[in-house]
């Protein structure tokens, strides 16, 4: 059987993650939610091994994720930025 993926929610964010992509996506993520959902995606990655975490960010939380080390991935609009950390 393949590995498949979980959908979650935290607080009113809802993420995946998973053995079948190997990294936690952020799919709806709730301003109310910051900057905690940060350190649980964080911790999450780190106890299931993941190697990255990533997602479509609104400008207006952006800096919640680059305090914690998110980088800009690629970006050809304005609007939600697609961030990224990377685990080892």
Same mark, same amino acid.
């Given at each position: 059987? &393949?590995?498949?993926?979980?959908?979650?929610?935290?607080?009113?964010? +809802?993420?995946?993650?998973?053995?079948?992509?190997?990294?936690?996506?952020? +799919?709806?993520?709730?301003? /109310?939610?910051?900057?905690?959902?940060?350190?649980?995606?964080?911790?999450?990655? /780190? !106890? /299931?091994?993941?190697? &990255?975490?990533?997602? &479509?960010?609104?400008?207006?939380?952006?800096?919640?994720?680059?305090?914690?080390?998110?980088? +800009? /991935?690629?970006?050809?609009? +304005?609007?939600?930025?697609?961030?990224? !950390?990377?685990?080892?």
């Amino acid at each position: 059987m &393949k590995p498949t993926d979980s959908v979650i929610t935290y607080g009113n964010s +809802i993420l995946q993650h998973g053995p079948f992509n190997n990294r936690i996506y952020f +799919i709806t993520l709730a301003p /109310e939610d910051l900057p905690a959902i940060i350190r649980y995606a964080d911790d999450l990655a /780190e !106890k /299931e091994g993941y190697t &990255k975490i990533v997602g &479509k960010v609104p400008l207006s939380s952006a800096e919640h994720f680059f305090h914690a080390g998110y980088v +800009i /991935e690629a970006s050809r609009q +304005i609007g939600n930025q697609p961030l990224q !950390k990377l685990h080892s």
